[in-house]
């Protein structure tokens, strides 16, 4: 399969590099977000979490969003919430499943009205099962803004460093077609209570084969750029 020979980025504009076994594509959302999460309702167990910086939140209900958001799913296959969530709707929840591709499974998604309650909607959460291991120290531009002791969280970019992701081809051999980062990006502010915290979340990562079906579908509102594999 053809890959574009560029991407548009938050941070940087990067050169496609040759990779050593299976292509990855990351997306990561640029555009309108549907505030999501934590703050809304939806709940975490957080008994393997870190302490201090909430890395590491598993997921233990349904995604909850925002009534007053609803607004950017009109016309919209694919959207994320404010964390990266990543929400389809359900006829390309049905594309994903006969797929064959691997490495995910759906939650339901439900709006939440201030005066009216929960109410669910026809879009179903695409959640990945498989975390890759760290990334490969060749990566460089991308550093924890504020570290924290457990060294998963806050990851951010850096615009004087290029930004390339890197990984071992031995870390990819059992790669998925979806998959999230160990490392966890974005604003940190946990203060033990996951209803009043503002949690980092890990990063995307698909296969061709995902990556694929979504452009066939016309999704847009994202931005794709490759992942480097070398041999270590």
Sequence with gaps: MRVPRTWRLPWARMVVQTVVGEDLLMFYNMHDTVFAG????????????????????????????????????????????????????????????????????????????EKRGHFQLPWRQLCATHILPPMSPRTTGLEPYKPCPCGRSSFTTRPEIPTRIVYRASDVVDIRDVNVTWEWLGHVDFNGDVSDSVLPYPAFLITPKVWGIFRDAGVTGFDWFPIRVVDE
């Design 38 to 113: 934590p703050r809304v309702g939806t709940t975490y167990d957080m008994s393997e979490a870190c302490r201090r910086c909430g890395a590491g939140a598993r997921q233990t209900s349904a995604m909850v969003v925002d009534g007053e958001y609803l607004h950017i799913l009109e016309g919209r296959r694919v959207a994320a919430t404010c964390y990266n969530d990543i929400l389809v709707d359900e006829a390309m929840a049905r594309t994903l499943a006969e797929s064959g591709a691997t490495g995910f499974s759906f939650r339901s998604v439900f709006a939440a009205f």
